[in-house]
């Protein structure tokens, strides 16, 4: 249901915060019977390890980025509606975006989410410690979104398995976080209550090492907006007294950030590009935009540096006597991960353990750090990480927006190993493990995990009230969730379309054929690993 004002949707979130405690009537197993199904989940994603890898190397072949996620989505849809998932398209007006939910009777509702979309210009064939792009220039999986949503599945039908056959009741949905590289889409699902009558969910993001963490973590949160200027035109040498240049308003705004900059505080970030700058010298530019991601690690803060660039747009308009416009095109909340569930879900990773890395697993990450200039040259770990406590002095850095999320019900996110430390970020560099046996037996042992949390929650309702007990008089006791986004804000689905459209052409003949070739290394013709001699 679409929610039509910000005040209907306050209401209806302070309702939910008010219900009693929610009871579920589920069939009472022993430890002993709950560790079995436990193991058994465990068993059915192991042998299900080529399926994973397959839906994995499918994904990084279609390379879409944000909103163009057209081929991953119909592939995934395609592969829960053939397990019974209910298919549900297009949700908050946005054509990539789906929910699947399978259900088998009363008992908790439980969401698994992860990220779908890539990065521009990071295309790279897998496998390969070094730049080599499958197409020069096209996007690629620079950050791994390939890998967790072929884990979700996995997880997802392991535990649909043992739920039908036992009996057990509950509720599956899996979703995507379309165009996560823009922001772009989290917000949307929240303000139209797609998360409403959902009890917990678990987020899943690529790293390098197994984890979870929980209470206010690291990083920032954001507000994505584009500044459009409106002059006049004219002949830039015959007549350009005539002209009022909208990119020089633009620039002027550029010019006035950059001197604020210096008096920002140090966990406050923002970057800016210009999205149109005319069209040729000899035109004064009519119209120009600057697009500002303004991050800190409060909301409040985030808000007060969105006032300072409103203003400042305002004046530069003033100064150039053009028209200026603006749209949000994404927000993310700061994150703040729920306590119970992470518990749970560590518990699980300690039972679960890092992968087996083979010597050639160790080789290509040691050479592609040693090419990226790493700080150590340590390979893949060997160790997991301890569970993530909350931040208690506040460390700027990315943003997700599953932070919308996890404001509005018990979130956690799971990082599992399926890249190597120490690379960039948003980088070529960062693709090259994505298709490789490092990434498929990082989503195995991450699907292993999750499969188990999950059934933690389906055989034990009574953590469901734990989580939200956390959520209620913990994580939102002092602090409001207030949506950066109106109801008319729309989601900008246009962005990124351009560059598909030239490059998805060049791609489609490199999309893996798993009928034909046993992993999209074997299909590229990759020796695994290639590392410079």
Not at 166 to 180: D, H, K, S, V
Not at 252 to 265: A, F, I, T
Not at 495 to 509: A, C, G, V
Request: net charge negative; hydrophobic share 40%; glycine share 8%.
């Amino acid at each position: 249901m679409k929610i039509s004002t910000l005040w209907q949707h306050s209401f209806l979130v302070g309702i939910a915060l008010l219900i009693a405690p929610v009871s579920f009537a589920q069939k009472k197993y022993s430890e002993k019977q709950k560790e079995a199904l436990k193991q058994e989940a465990l068993d059915i994603v192991q042998q299900e390890a080529k399926m994973s890898q397959v839906m994995v190397d499918k994904i990084f072949s279609f390379a879409e980025l944000g909103f163009q996620e057209i081929e991953s989505s119909k592939y995934l849809t395609g592969i829960l509606a053939d397990n019974g998932f209910e298919i549900k398209m297009g949700v908050s007006g946005i054509p990539t975006a789906w929910f699947a939910t399978w259900s088998n009777g009363d008992g908790p509702v439980i969401a698994l989410g992860s990220d779908v979309d890539d990065i521009p210009k990071a295309s790279q064939y897998p496998g390969v410690a070094y730049h080599k792009p499958i197409i020069e220039g096209a996007p690629g999986h620079g950050e791994g979104h390939n890998a967790g949503i072929p884990l979700n599945i996995t997880a997802a039908l392991a535990v649909k398995k043992i739920m039908e056959r036992e009996n057990i009741g509950g509720t599956l949905i899996l979703w995507p976080g379309i165009a996560e590289e823009l922001v772009a889409s989290k917000a949307w699902f929240v303000r139209d209550g797609l998360f409403d009558d959902i009890d917990i969910c678990i987020f899943t993001h690529v790293g390098s090492n197994l984890g979870v963490s929980y209470g206010q973590a690291s990083g920032t949160g954001l507000i994505s907006v584009e500044y459009t200027f409106s002059g006049e035109a004219a002949h830039a040498a015959g007549a350009p007294w005539r002209g009022k240049s909208a990119l020089d308003a633009a620039e002027l705004m550029n010019v006035g950030w950059n001197y604020r900059r210096e008096h920002l505080d140090p966990l406050k970030r923002s970057h800016s590009i210009f999205t149109d700058g005319g069209d040729q010298p000899n035109v004064v530019p009519s119209k120009a935009s600057i697009w500002y991601y303004f991050r800190d690690v409060k909301y409040d803060g985030i808000m007060e540096m969105y006032d300072v660039a409103n203003k400042m747009a305002q004046g530069a308009a003033l100064m150039t006597d053009t028209e200026m416009t603006s749209k949000i095109l994404g927000t993310a909340w700061p994150r703040h991960f729920n306590k119970v569930i992470a518990e749970k879900m560590y518990a699980n990773i300690l039972k679960v353990g890092l992968p087996e890395w083979s010597e050639a697993d160790q080789e290509l990450a040691k050479a592609v750090q040693t090419e990226v200039k790493a700080s150590k040259i340590e390979g893949l770990p060997t160790k997991l990480d301890t569970l993530g406590l909350p931040v208690t002095t506040p460390r700027s850095g990315g943003s997700d927006d599953i932070g919308d999320v996890s404001w509005v019900l018990p979130t956690v996110t799971m990082r599992f190993p399926s890249n190597i430390p120490g690379l960039p970020g948003h980088h070529w560099a960062n693709a090259i493990a994505m298709a490789t046996p490092i990434a498929h037996k990082g989503v195995t042992a991450g699907a292993k995990a999750e499969a188990m949390t999950i059934l933690d929650f389906l055989l034990n309702p009574e953590l469901v009230n734990e989580a939200w007990d956390y959520f209620k008089n913990v994580q939102t006791k002092e602090e409001e969730y207030k949506p950066m986004i109106s109801a008319d804000d729309e989601a900008p689905i246009y962005l990124n379309k351009q560059i598909m459209d030239l490059y998805r052409p060049l791609m489609e003949k490199y999309y893996y054929d798993e009928t034909k070739y046993d992993t999209y290394l074997e299909q590229l013709g990759v020796t695994y690993p290639t590392v410079k001699k």
